[in-house]
T-cell receptor, first 110, second 111 residues
């Protein structure tokens, strides 16, 4: 089993839709969790950290399920500008290196 | 406020040539990382550093070397370039909060 796994997609959704991605991790010692956004031919940019109690940033909600070892990202009211690849990343706490998933591609269609 | 700066942005190398990918950060971060990203693949860790003078191997270190003589700079050296090293290389740094700031990447082709 790969350390961090994501459905590669693509997820093609209409504007205004709600879409959710999951990311599973295999190392139960994982402590820190992040979602990154990567536009085509650009560097990844931090979208949000994922906290144990779940957290929200505008239209984006991140959740952590330690029992089942997955994190999720929910995007409400999708915009065309949300089209990108979403990478999840985990580490074992502190500044131990992040392990990245391969990413999930999202296309929001007018 | 430059963040993480990588040079060059693009490079074509011939098999067997060598080069250094430069990475500089101005955020006074102790932690720096080099990843490579192949098409359709995730980011794979090559080397990382927890501070000046300290480096450690990641998942795919073969064919690469690094040094960290200052907090700001973390160059990646390719010796004897091979076609398998064709990739996009990203440098990143992080502070105490753990989230990374990435440079804009170096697209390397080995022919």
């Amino acid at each position: 089993r790969k350390e961090v796994e994501q459905d590669p997609g693509p997820f093609n959704v209409p504007e205004g839709a709600t879409v959710a991605f999951n990311c599973t991790y295999s190392n139960s010692a994982s402590q820190s969790f992040f979602w990154y956004r990567q536009d085509c031919r650009k560097e990844p940019k931090l979208l949000m950290s994922v906290y144990s109690s779940g957290n929200e940033d505008g239209r984006f909600t991140a959740q952590l399920n330690r029992a089942s070892q997955y994190i999720s990202l929910l995007i409400r009211d999708s915009k065309l500008s949300d089209s990108a690849t979403y990478l999840c990343a985990v580490n074992q706490g502190g500044n131990t290196p992040l392990v990245f998933g391969k990413g999930t591609r999202l296309s929001v269609i007018a | 406020n430059a963040g993480v700066t990588q040079t060059p942005k693009f490079r074509i190398l011939k098999i067997g040539q060598s080069m250094t990918l430069q990475c500089t950060q101005d955020m006074n971060h102790n932690y720096m990382y080099w990843y490579r990203q192949d098409p359709g693949m995730g980011l794979k860790l090559i080397y990382y550093s927890v501070g000046a003078g300290i480096t450690d191997k990641g998942e795919v270190p073969n064919g690469y070397n690094v040094s960290r003589s200052t907090t700001e700079d973390f160059p990646l050296r390719l010796e004897l370039a091979a076609p398998s090293q064709t990739s996009v290389y990203f440098c990143a740094s992080s502070g105490t909060e753990g989230g990374y700031t990435f440079g804009s990447g170096t697209r390397l082709t080995v022919v």
